[in-house]
């Protein structure tokens, strides 16, 4: 079982940026591929950004693709995801997920707010 809890969300004007943070605990996350997904208000989760721990390689939905990045800190196993250039669109809830590539089990996080005000 990996616990994760999200912080950092907030309300930014457009143009601007910000940071949420995710910190995993019970389980050491060398199998796992981390990552953020977002929803917005009566629409699908939808896929953001991921981090195979491991490696560290990342990938990008190619709407935030140049705009936001995806970084671990192996110290403090945790996951972040640095937003700039916010537009309305990004607003949503972010939920942080961790993924084993061992056996495909999901975890997620409680989600944090983000709202992009124009």
């Known amino acids: 079982q990996v616990q994760l809890v999200e912080s950092g969300g907030g309300l930014v004007q457009a143009g601007g940026s910000l940071r949420v943070s995710c910190v995993a605990s019970?389980?050491?996350?060398?199998?796992?591929?981390m990552g953020w997904f977002r929803q917005a208000p009566g629409k699908e989760r939808e896929f953001v950004a991921t981090i195979n721990w491991s490696s560290g390689r990342t990938y990008y939905a190619d709407s935030v693709k140049g705009r936001f990045t995806i970084s671990r800190d192996n110290a403090k196993n945790a996951i972040y995801l640095q937003m700039n250039s916010l537009k309305p669109e990004d607003t949503a809830v972010y939920f942080c997920?961790?993924?084993?590539?061992?056996?495909?089990?999901?975890?997620w996080g409680q989600g944090t707010q983000v709202t992009v005000s124009s």
């Open positions: 997920n961790g993924r084993n590539r061992l056996n495909s089990n999901d975890y």
């Open positions: 019970g389980r050491t996350l060398s199998t796992y591929t």
